[in-house]
């Protein structure tokens, strides 16, 4: 299948690798001319052949929407739009009626994976009609990991990201626990080696998961997680999913919490939040700080998973 694909950073670099590697047809256009096959969007669509794809990965917010308007102007009736970044699900619903006024598909498609997802696959939450999620299936399969399970028609437009942002907020919740957990056990002179005691925990417990597989992994590569200052962003699907609770009244305790500990790490340095800055780090490649100056935020990393 024939595919254009407009931002080949991290995330969007590696997607166009395996898509090229599953024998996929890729033209990748980014603003780094160094990492772009063409010079423009226009020449990206001229590139395509009609119904076109072009997948969106981008970060969410403005860019997003640039981007979108300038395809709605491009693409013509038949083609689709899909927007795999990390988009507010109520702007997927913004952006589908706009470009449904040219005749022109959209899908929004959450992705997770991180720097991982190249060689893995890509666990994908994606929204939007029947008919257009058809048209890129291939991709779909292609970018999804291998087995039973890693992809989800979640339902209509804004259901992929809205899963995305609950996946992600959830995320939030354990992290906080395993970093907890970390402070705690390097807190108190019995325990003798806190990496081998994460490291157990790997086989029989009801606790053991990938996360826990890329704690033990930052802490062999820094024992103690010295090197990393306490302070770590959030990418905004933290935040949403909280205000998404309060809209529904839904309770969200342990999110919130983990989602307050992350505004806390930006005023003072902590073990717990070098746990967090280091795990990000092993599944999603995000900077890490030797260290930081005192309050502030930096804002949000747009592509973050």
Same mark, same amino acid.
């Given at each position: ?66 981007? /979108? ?5 491009? +693409?013509?009736?038949?083609? &689709?739009?899909? @927007?795999? !970044?990390? #988009? ?118 009801? /606790? ?5 597989? +890329?704690?033990?992994?930052? &802490?062999?590569? @820094?024992? !103690?997680? #010295? ?79």
């Amino acid at each position: 299948m024939q595919i254009g694909m407009i931002g080949l950073g991290k995330m969007g670099g590696n997607m166009v690798e395996r898509l090229r590697a599953a024998g996929h047809d890729v033209v990748g256009y980014d603003r780094d001319p160094s990492l772009s096959d063409v010079g423009s969007l226009d020449e990206l669509v001229e590139r395509l052949e009609a119904p076109r794809t072009v997948w969106v990965m981008v970060p969410a917010g403005g860019p997003t929407h640039d981007t /979108v308007t300038a395809l709605k102007d491009l +693409l013509a009736d038949g083609d &689709l739009v899909v @927007d795999g !970044g990390n #988009s507010r699900w109520t702007d997927d619903q913004a952006h589908a009626a706009d470009l449904a006024e040219r005749g022109i598909r959209f899908v929004d498609c959450g992705v997770s994976g991180g720097v991982w997802g190249r060689e893995n696959g890509y666990a994908l939450m994606y929204g939007g009609e029947a008919e257009a999620i058809a048209q890129v299936q291939p991709v779909l399969d292609a970018l999804r990991p291998e087995g039973e399970f890693g992809s989800v028609h979640a339902g209509a437009v804004g259901a992929g990201h809205f899963s995305k942002m609950v996946h992600n907020g959830i995320e939030y919740a354990m992290m906080q626990a395993y970093a907890e957990g970390f402070e705690l056990l390097e807190k108190v002179d019995v325990v003798d080696d806190v990496t081998e005691v994460f490291r157990s925990w790997r086989g029989g417990t009801v /606790v053991r998961s990938w996360l826990l597989d +890329l704690m033990v992994a930052a &802490l062999d590569d @820094d024992p !103690g997680l #010295s090197s990393i200052a306490g302070y770590a962003d959030d990418s905004g699907e933290g935040r949403w999913t909280v205000e998404a609770g309060i809209e529904n009244a839904v309770p969200t305790p342990a999110i919130t919490a983990a989602l307050y500990a992350r505004f806390v790490s930006r005023q003072e340095d902590s073990p717990a939040m070098r746990a967090i800055a280091a795990m990000r780090n092993q599944f999603g490649g995000h900077a890490v700080k030797g260290s930081v100056d005192p309050g502030g935020d930096t804002g949000p990393e747009p592509d973050a998973p």
